[in-house]
């Protein structure tokens, strides 16, 4: 079975610019995870979904940050506009339930 | 919010050794995680305990809960173990959550 999907794996690009990342979750499960990790703060949560509805999205940082699941099969987390602070490793993650939490290989995003 | 703290955050051992990573907590919890990145990057998890203790091949993790209180043991070392070890735990303390992170142990085991 092919485990959650991140794309891009990396982006460079400019700040101010917009930048848009996916994941695609394992079929079939009900909770979707946007993480991020950088050297200074570690792994840290953004926002959670559960059957494609937002349930804590207190780790968003500012009104920079938008994360959207249309469906049960695709979420992007979205950043506009960016800035070098938003620099670092983001991991989407999925799970069924109350299971152990499935991540993705993470996109790792630099803002010059 | 939870708070998670562990120790040591590095450690550089021996192959062969035993390890013990510890993990605390500050608030009740349904579950506890352990998380392995490997030096690629990728995360995987190893185990979710809510008590007492799970085996997986020479891995062992324990949990006290009313300690709040966890450890990760490595048996046997070896040096394809070297990795960042994290735990964490549900964000608000319970059920199916966002995770709060500790800053993980940067483990090396050399030859």
């Known amino acids: 079975d092919a485990g959650v999907i991140q794309s891009p794996r990396h982006e460079v690009t400019e700040m101010g610019q917009e930048v848009t990342l996916r994941c695609k979750p394992i079929?079939?499960?009900?909770?979707l995870f946007w993480y991020r990790q950088t050297m200074m703060r570690g792994l840290e949560l953004l926002i959670y979904f559960n059957n494609n509805v937002p349930i804590d999205d207190s780790g968003m940082p500012e009104d920079r940050f938008s994360a959207k699941m249309p469906n049960a099969s695709f979420s992007t987390l979205k950043i506009q506009p960016s800035e070098p602070r938003d620099s670092a490793v983001y991991f989407c993650a999925s799970s069924f339930s109350v299971q152990p939490q499935h991540f993705g290989d993470g996109t790792r995003l630099s803002i010059l | 919010k939870n708070e998670v703290e562990q120790s040591p955050q590095n450690l550089t051992a021996q192959e062969g050794e035993f390890i013990t990573i510890n993990c605390s907590y500050s608030?009740?919890?349904?579950?506890l995680h352990w998380l392995q990145q490997h030096p690629g990057g990728g995360i995987v998890s190893l185990f979710m305990l809510s008590s007492g203790k799970k085996k997986h091949g020479r891995l062992i993790a324990t949990i006290n809960i009313q300690e709040k209180h966890s450890s990760l043991h490595i048996t046997a070392s070896h040096p394809r173990d070297s990795a960042v070890y994290i735990c964490a735990v549900p964000h608000s303390g319970g059920g199916a959550d966002g995770l709060t992170f500790g800053k993980g142990t940067h483990l090396i085991i050399q030859p």
């Open positions: 079929s079939g499960h009900d909770y």
């Open positions: 608030v009740g919890i349904s579950a």
